[in-house]
Each structure stands twice: as C-alpha cells, then as structure tokens.
C-alpha cells in the first residue's frame, strides 16, 4: 500500500478515499455498506455512522459480530494528525475472538495466511498481542510481517488514539510509532517517489517525542524539517511553528486542534 502523506487541513476527506488506514477500513466499510443498504438505512452524509456487523474471520471462519465504521468525514486535525470531527478515529479494526488476528484485511492470499497463522501462534504475538488492543496488536503482527516501516509507524500512531482512554498505555505505543517513523524518514530520505512520506514521519517524530516529553530531543527533530517546503503537506508550516511554541513552553498535552480548523464542510 503507498500512502501519499495526510489530507491537507481544509480539505474534508472521506476516510474511505484517502485515509492512510484505508486498506483496513475500506474492507469493512465495503462489509457494513452492503448490510446497511440490505437493511434499507439511509446514509448520511457528513456524519459518522458505525454499524454493529457480521465479520467472518479469514484465517479460521469464526463468525462474529463487531463494529464498524462506514463514513466519516475530517473537519480538521490535531498535531499528531489524528482527524477531528465525525469520523472515528482510530477506526474501528474488528479483531477475532478465536485467534486475535487484528482483521485488516478479510482477503488474504493463501501464503499471507499461511504466514498469518504463524506468528498469531508465536510467543511473541501470544504474550505482547493477545493482551494488546487490536491496532496496537495489529502494529506487532505488521513488525512480525516486515511490513514497510510507515505503515507500522501509521498502525501504532492509532495505536496511541486507542490509548487515550487509558493514560498508562499511551507511552508504549508512541515509543513504538516514533522508532518505526524514524526509521521509516531514514528509508525514505532519498527516495523522491517517497519523499512526503519522509517528511510527514520526520514531523511525527517531533510530535510523539514532544508528546512523551522529551522536549529537547523533539526540538533537535523539528530542525530536521528547517527549509522542508511540501505544497502537498499544506499544514505542515503551521505545525511546525505550533510544535516550536508548544517544545519551548515545554507542553506535552495533546492539542485540540482548533488552531487551524478550516471552515465546516459544505
Ligand atoms: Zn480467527
């Protein structure tokens, strides 16, 4: 999968289009369309809608019943570019019952499976996963996998909105997020068909180090990005100028992100 970086702060984004996570969203909310149609609901636009629906898991056929999203629209994003307004994020990734598999996908080629089913029966997945929530636990199978380090780093940045509620579990995740985005900036850095997505994981670095604290390694990352002009990446200026406001007070809150909410969508 080849992501072309986060939507721009003023654009309003169907999560179905042009979400990083799409891969995993898109199968489900293809999954919840088809039984909200059945069932004669109406779609309404520009809201969040959820769905309690069937799910079959692909490794062992287990039938089960999770929620998942269908629309959601971005209004604007915090710092850490988690999406604000009536879209749910993390998106809902149903996880089976049976064997924990994180279901990113419910098509899976018969050697993935294969590979699949045996990490989900490693110690590793059993003992770090099984205990985890599902896009944390999905960031260990994508490590186990050799998945692309954006995509890993990108998995465990949700991993870290699933943590919210629960202060303890924040730290892990965005330590995991910050080595994988590191890595991935490191991967990327001369790659020019990939250049975005090194800039938006060098910019993460400085928000997750801001964020678990370290305000001078976060103010060292943000130099990273000195004379870093993405046309595409249209709120990466006013990011970078609210990270260096927010390191030199020394604040490693959460934004709310009402800085640059663009106007409410048409
Ligand atoms: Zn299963």
């Known amino acids: 999968m080849k992501w072309h970086g986060t939507p721009a702060t003023g654009d309003v984004v169907r999560v ?6 799409s891969w995993a969203v898109d199968r489900s909310l293809k999954i919840a369309r088809s039984l909200l149609f059945s069932a004669s609901l109406t779609v309404t636009a520009l809201a969040s809608e959820r769905a309690i629906v069937s799910v ?6 287990t039938e089960f019943e999770a929620v998942q999203d269908f629309s959601g629209y971005a209004e604007g994003q915090r710092l ?22 994180p279901i990113f996908s419910k098509y899976l080629d018969a050697p993935l499976a294969t590979r699949i089913r045996a990490i989900l029966a490693g110690e590793r997945f059993r003992t770090e996963a099984v205990p985890a929530k599902p896009w944390f636990a999905l960031g260990i199978l994508r490590e186990e996998l050799g998945a692309d380090p954006f995509e890993i780093g990108w998995t465990y940045l949700n991993a870290t909105w699933e ?7 924040y730290a892990p995740a965005a330590e995991r997020a910050l080595a994988w985005f590191e890595r991935a900036a490191e991967a990327r850095r001369d790659d020019p068909e990939r250049r975005r997505d090194c800039h938006v994981a060098l910019y993460l670095a400085v928000e997750l180090s801001r964020r678990l ?18 046309e595409e990446l249209r709120w990466l200026a006013s990011a970078k100028a609210a990270q260096a406001r927010l ?11 009402r800085e640059d909410l663009p106007p409410p969508p048409r």
């Open 16 to 21: 179905s289009r042009r979400s990083p996570q």
């Open 56 to 61: 079959k898991c692909p490794l062992d056929g």
């Open 80 to 101: 850490d570019l988690k999406k604000l307004g009536p879209i749910s994020q993390p998106p809902a990734l149903a996880r089976c019952p049976q064997c924990s598999f």
């Open 163 to 169: 943590a919210e509620d629960e202060g303890g579990r």
């Open 213 to 230: 604290g370290r305000f001078d390694e976060a103010r060292q990352k943000l130099t990273r990005l000195d004379g870093v002009v993405d």
């Open 247 to 257: 390191i030199a007070a020394r604040k490693s809150a959460p934004d709310d992100g």
